[in-house]
């Protein structure tokens, strides 16, 4: 949970249609971001951990941070997975 | 309202000098239809989509979520060729050639208030004439293939507009020489593009060189007249987005456009973005647009250059009377009367199609050059 995240650097984006398609690789697929995934995109755009993410999210939704975080975590480590969130 | 003026709704959405107005409802199916398959042709589905989603231009629930399902391949055909542009920078910069990228990517990213706004179909690089042949060689060797061998060695970096590449993946990426073909791209002065390649923008973490502003709109200008025959709606944007934004310096531009004698395709650039998407900006350039007055030799080649039947001979010609000094004109011509062998192959191939391009080739310049006479 100490490991920041951000956007990975190599990715080309676009925000349309209410959600963020990112391609991480010229051979990958498209990865559609919306609802939470489109929400941790625009917060990642400055490195932050897991918790840190999850606290912002939650005062977004407006939810505590426990609740959000259990979700988020298996989102980002996807989403990193995938090259659309490095570690840095 | 006709399919014209929808048309030009959908190109105007969002501009704020612009006074053309949506439809009051929503269109029949049938109209839809047909408009929808205009702007897949013109390459505005993402306009569209802004248009239906925002309530600007009516439509129903169906023809929203079928405006966005026609954009979303778009959509991902342009990541797909920025992903291939980064791909193509580690080629060229790694050998160190340099480059710059025209039209799409460029236009998207400096000019567009937002980058989703402009989608494009294949990715153009401006190469350095000296390092055409190296660029070329480099992009071989990833796989990509050229869809036409050169006249003669040598005539891609001293003569050709552009040389159209196919990917490895079927993607299309034009290295370019110069911004158009013909006598006005002959006009162009190549040196001056790189002493204006001063536009910075970034993608994927990377920064890339483009046109500066005055260059980048002198091109989408040349783009829209030379570009179709009629001019397509996209580049009309790109000028009318330009004409708004405040990078464009009149004088400046002017100048530019001057030293490439191109007054004349940027005063009717200009004019037709004006006219068709009802612009009311107060941008100089466009009243010095509606007063300029082309002299009647830049009238004969602007008329030839923007018919339908432009022929490649035509075009020639026009490019013959265009380039400076009688030794680069008989290099040019010799190169294109006595090509190579695998030149007419790929172009033409068997002996009575080469023969018939040829009559056809004479024809049609004899009756385009007669026809901007009358």
Redesign the interface.
């Known amino acids: 949970m100490l490991d920041r995240f951000r956007r990975a ?9 209410g959600s963020v ?3 991480p ?3 990958g697929e ?1 990865v559609v971001l919306t609802g939470t995934g489109e929400q941790l995109w625009w917060l990642l755009a400055d490195p932050m951990t897991i918790d840190q993410a999850a606290h912002r999210l939650a005062e977004i939704y407006g939810v505590s941070d426990a609740a959000v975080s259990r979700d988020v975590a298996p989102v980002v480590t996807d989403l990193a997975a995938r090259g659309v969130l490095e570690r840095g | 309202m006709d399919i014209t003026t929808l048309l030009r709704a959908v190109a105007a959405f969002g501009l704020p000098d612009s006074s053309v107005d949506a439809p009051a409802r929503p269109l029949t199916e049938t109209v839809w239809s047909e408009l929808l398959a205009h702007v897949r042709w013109q390459r505005l589905t993402n306009l569209l989509a802004q248009a239906v989603s925002s309530g600007v231009f009516p439509a129903t629930e169906a023809q929203i979520k079928e405006a966005i399902e026609a954009d979303v391949p778009v959509l991902t055909g342009v990541l797909r060729l920025e992903a291939q542009l980064l791909e193509v920078a580690d080629i060229l910069y790694g050998a160190g050639v340099r480059f710059c990228v025209l039209k799409g990517p460029a236009v998207a990213h400096l000019d567009y208030p937002d980058p989703a706004w402009r989608c494009f179909g294949d990715l153009d690089l401006l190469i350095p004439p000296d390092a055409f042949d190296d660029a070329i060689g480099l992009l071989t060797e990833l796989g990509y293939t050229r869809r036409f061998p050169q006249p003669r060695n040598g005539f891609d970096r001293r003569f050709t507009k552009s040389v159209s590449l196919d990917g490895p993946g079927g993607q299309q990426l034009d290295l370019h020489r110069t911004l158009a073909g013909g006598g006005f791209g002959h006009r162009i002065i190549v040196s001056m593009l790189w002493s204006a390649a001063s536009s910075r923008f970034t993608l994927g973490g990377r920064e890339f060189a483009a046109l500066g502003a005055n260059e980048r709109f002198l091109h989408a200008c040349y783009h829209l007249v030379l570009g179709n025959a009629p001019p397509r709606l996209v580049p009309q944007r790109d000028v009318a987005e330009m004409l708004h934004n405040d990078t464009v310096a009149g004088d400046r531009t002017l100048i530019i456009a001057s030293a490439w004698r191109g007054q004349a395709v940027v005063a009717h650039a200009i004019n037709t973005t004006v006219e068709n998407l009802q612009l009311s900006t107060g941008n100089p350039l466009v009243a010095w647009a509606r007063e300029f007055q082309p002299s009647r030799r830049e009238q004969r080649e602007l008329a030839r250059a923007t018919s339908p039947r432009y022929s490649y001979a035509a075009q020639a010609i026009d490019s013959v009377r265009a380039i400076k000094g009688p030794r680069e004109r008989l290099a040019y011509v010799s190169a294109l009367a006595f090509p190579r062998r695998s030149y007419l192959r790929g172009r033409h191939p068997g002996t009575a199609a080469r023969a018939r391009h040829a009559v056809t080739g004479v024809l049609n310049a004899r009756s385009t050059l007669k026809e901007s006479r009358d």
């Open positions: 650097a190599g990715v080309v984006w676009r925000h349309a249609h398609f990112v391609l690789d010229v051979r498209v």
